[in-house]
Every structure is written in C-alpha cells, then in structure tokens.
C-alpha cells in the first residue's frame, strides 16, 4: 500500500531563507510526482509535476527534485517570501492504484 | 487558462439529507476524480471516472456515493443521505492524461452536516 509522508509539518522562517520541503513514498513504481500549494480553507492549486523518468523540475523560485529509487522528493524554495506561506502537499500517482496519494503536507510560515 | 469549476462553494443540509456536488472539468480532459479533506487530515481519493464509468473507487465510497456525467461539460457526486461524517471539503480534479499529466484541482465544496 502507498504511503506518502512529508517532512517537516510545520516549518516558520524570515523572509529571504533558502528552504527545502521532504517528501518520502513507500512504493517506488509511481508514474509521477505532484507538488500542491493549499491556501487557508482554499482549493490545491499545482506547482510542479515531475515524470518518474525525470529527475527534477524548475518554475521560477521553485525547484522539485525526485529519486525514485529511493522513494524520495524535496521542494526546494529559494529566497522566501511571505507569500509563499501555504501548506505544500506532494502527491504520487502510482500506475496500480488510478489515483493521487498525498502527503499530510509541511505548513510554512515565512515571516518578515 | 482552463480551469476546474465547482458548485456550489459551501453547503449545509441536515443528516439524512442528499446532496449533490457539481463540477465542471476542463473542457478537454478525459479523466475525472472527487477527492475530499476533513479538517486537518489528508486529502484522501474517493473515485476516478473515465469512458463514463467508474475506474476505481476507495473504501470510502459506499453505496451512499454515486458520480454521474449527465452531459458533456459536469461531473457530479452524489451522496443519499447524509452523515455527520460526511463534512468535509470536496474537490474535483480532471486530467488529460493521468500518468503524465497534471491533476487539475477545483476550488472544492466546503459540506457542512449538521
């Protein structure tokens, strides 16, 4: 069975800080990676997808990474602003279950 | 750009009342899901449609659920009755392409039971 666990839950930083955001899947036969941002009470709104074959993806200040071998992914989020703060939430679609397992996600604070 | 719409943004209805839940996918995609979230927990899958049926569905789904595509454009849940339990945010997703595309997300519905 596919778990998804992320690390760490709660993350609160100054505004300008490099930081990266772990996620960890206990079954490597994925097809592809998702990282989500989640607003307060707001809908998921699609930061990054990365194919099992790839092994990383940029857009912009955001940089996703992915060893499938070792069930791993990191979102990497450089110089920080308080508009990142959000719950980021990784997904892994696995070929043999049709749907997306997610992570319980890391809620980031990013403070002036 | 395209985007996944849901109807209505919040609702609440008595225990024992069915609900149902609107969605409309971007317009070109072929795979459709609801997800739900109780507060504080995981965004957890409930059901995959495609080709007008089911594809799979997660323990969740009883036979209190039913999802429909009564024309070419909405994609609705469905639940009969009900329950305390059933309070949650709801979220449709669509994709073109579920192994290599993105899960598109709508705002979701928040449902109150009360």
């Known amino acids: 069975k596919q778990e998804v666990t992320q690390i760490p839950a709660a993350l609160s930083v100054p505004e300008g800080e490099n930081l990266v955001l772990n996620c960890s899947f206990t079954?490597?036969?994925?097809?592809?990676l998702q990282w989500f941002r989640q607003d307060p009470g707001k809908g998921l709104t699609s930061l990054l997808l990365i194919q099992s074959s790839q092994r990383e993806q940029t857009s912009g200040r955001l940089n996703a990474s992915l060893d499938k071998s070792s069930g791993r992914s990191t979102l990497y989020i450089a110089a920080s602003q308080p508009g990142d703060s959000a719950t980021y939430l990784c997904?892994?679609?696995?070929?043999?279950?049709?749907?997306?397992?997610f992570g319980a996600g890391t809620r980031l604070a990013v403070h002036p | 750009e395209p985007e996944v719409t849901q109807t209505p943004s919040h609702q609440v209805t008595q225990m024992g009342q069915e609900v149902i839940l609107r969605c409309v996918p971007i317009?070109?995609?072929?795979?459709f899901y609801w997800y739900r979230q109780i507060l504080g927990q995981k965004v957890e899958f409930l059901v995959s449609f495609y080709n007008n049926e089911i594809s799979e569905k997660s323990e969740i789904f009883d036979d209190q659920f039913s999802v429909e595509r009564p024309d070419g454009s909405n994609f609705t849940l469905k639940i009969r009755s009900t329950k305390l339990e059933d309070s949650a945010m709801y979220f449709c997703a669509s994709s073109a392409s579920p192994s290599s595309e993105t899960q598109y997300f709508g705002p979701g519905t928040r449902l109150l039971v009360l």
């Open positions: 079954d490597s036969a994925i097809y592809n």
């Open positions: 317009s070109n995609h072929l795979y």
């Open positions: 997904a892994v679609f696995s070929g043999g279950y049709n749907k997306l397992i």
